[in-house]
T-cell receptor, first 115, second 113 residues
Framework: DTGVSQDPRHKITKRGQNVTFRCDPISEHNRLYWYRQTLGQGPEFLTYFQNEAQLEKSRLLSNRFSAERPKGSFSTLEIQRTEQGDSAMYLC?????????????FGPGTRLLVL | DAKTTQPNSMESNEEEPVHLPCNHSTISGTDYIHWYRQLPSQGPEYVIHGLTSNVNNRMASLAIAEDRKSSTLILHRATLRDAAVYYCILRARSGAGSYQLTFGKGTKLSVIP
């Protein structure tokens, strides 16, 4: 257990529905990241927060995706009008925020299946 | 982050040492070499990182070539729990380069009892 938690661990939804995932980072960590991982591939970066500010977004983050980190603590990732191609593992990670090369601590992920 | 090349898969016998190679010929002078691993159905976990000198920790050792164009992650005695996908990643120390990790496909390590 790294100290990063994600909820839910599994989500099955029908195409067209909205889903929201939550990530609770390690409490003193300023940086929070979202990644997506499809079967057989390494995780791919989606977006990054420094405290409450969303500082970077990947081109993978279509306009159906939105992420927030109110008050710089937990974060949510919402997918609107889900598509079958959104089926993946969504991973959250956090880091202390003092150096560029520092270690990231990952949560267990939320596995999404869109039917 | 600069690109790395790793074998798709490797096998090891339990309790034998394992050497996982990584090539990174385009590494810049300020890039750190990081290794993460991902056990089945879990998020990635940090293993070790280094810049120029070899590094040891409780999980593994990292041997870095003198020209820094390659590195090797060494597991001294593989256990069944070490079966995972191992990712070699280059991270910018400062200046240019983003904060995210850029994962490749990694090396899938199988450990045979």
């Amino acid at each position: 257990d790294t100290g990063v938690s994600q909820d839910p661990r599994h989500k099955i939804t029908k195409r067209g529905q909205n889903v929201t995932f939550r990530c609770d980072p390690i409490s003193e960590h300023n940086r929070l990241y979202w990644y997506r991982q499809t079967l057989g591939q390494g995780p791919e970066f989606l977006t990054y927060f420094q405290n409450e500010a969303q500082l970077e977004k990947s081109r993978l983050l279509s306009n159906r995706f939105s992420a927030e980190r109110p008050k710089g603590s937990f974060s949510t990732l919402e997918i609107q009008r889900t598509e079958q191609g959104d089926s993946a593992m969504y991973l959250c990670a956090s880091s202390l925020g003092t150096r560029k090369e520092e270690t990231q601590y990952f949560g267990p992920g939320t596995r999404l299946l869109v039917l | 982050d600069a690109k790395t090349t790793q074998p798709n898969s490797m096998e090891s016998n339990e309790e034998e040492p394992v050497h996982l190679p990584c090539n990174h010929s385009t590494i810049s002078g300020t890039d750190y070499i990081h290794w993460y691993r991902q056990l089945p159905s879990q998020g990635p976990e940090y293993v070790i990182h280094g810049l120029t000198s070899n590094v040891n920790n409780r999980m593994a050792s990292l041997a870095i070539a003198e020209d820094r164009k390659s590195s090797t992650l060494i597991l001294h005695r593989a256990t069944l729990r070490d079966a995972a996908v191992y990712y070699c990643i280059l991270r910018a120390r400062s200046g240019a380069g983003s904060y995210q990790l850029t994962f490749g496909k990694g090396t899938k390590l199988s450990v045979i009892p």
